[in-house]
């Protein structure tokens, strides 16, 4: 059956100006048992379960206007999202596609919880280079690490299945980028926030 409407894609991003503003927190630091849990467990597609027993996130409040915010901004990449985020999210996607894992938020010393209803999102959905278009222009090979690296890859719209809205992308001389189609952020948009950025992704058809 032919597609009526063309999806849109876009990469999922922490929004850093929200942090500026006071409208969402930023991760000062972080405790985790690193034997047990890497950042890179997100990114293979697995389920976790859980993240280790005392693993805490502590946020820098200097900023901050007050204790309703729905996203905390962070420099691991993660999307961490409140319920009523997590909430909207499941509602339009196949609940196996993601995994949420659910993470406390403590006051900058570490001391206080101040927030209990938000989770890291683990996308399980993976795909490789069967969805990046050969049209993707890469970075010229000027002897850095970066060489031949696919920046803004073009996705291949026929190689996503239609069911699947969120999933993350895991290719090498690509990098890893988390995407959502426009059923998943016309989700989240409908629920007003700030410190999400959807960036748009170009997709052949």
Not at 8 to 13: I, M, P
Not at 39 to 67: C, F, Y
Not at 109 to 137: A, H, Q, W
């Amino acid at each position: 059956m032919e597609r009526s409407i063309k999806r849109k894609y876009y990469g999922l991003f922490n929004n850093m100006d929200a942090t500026y503003q006071g409208k969402a927190p930023f991760v000062d630091d972080w405790v985790v048992d690193l034997e047990k849990f890497s950042t890179t467990d997100l990114w293979q597609g697995k389920k976790i379960g859980n993240l280790p027993v005392g693993s805490k996130l502590m946020i820098e409040t200097k900023r901050l206007k007050n204790w309703d915010f729905d996203v905390v901004v962070n420099a691991m990449t993660w999307s961490i999202i409140s319920r009523r985020l997590a909430n909207a999210l499941m509602s339009v996607i196949d609940p196996s596609d993601v995994e949420l894992l659910p993470v406390l938020i403590y006051d900058q010393k570490g001391e206080k919880v101040m927030r209990d209803d938000f989770y890291i999102i683990n996308p399980l959905k993976v795909f490789g280079r069967s969805i990046i278009s050969s049209r993707s222009v890469a970075r010229e090979d000027d002897g850095s690490i970066f060489a031949n690296f696919i920046i803004d890859p073009i996705l291949i719209n026929k190689n996503i299945p239609e069911n699947v809205h969120i999933f993350q992308i895991n290719a090498e001389k690509c990098g890893k980028k988390l995407v959502v189609d426009n059923i998943v952020r016309n989700a989240l948009r409908s629920q007003p926030h700030d410190g999400l950025s959807f960036i748009p992704i170009e997709a052949e058809y």
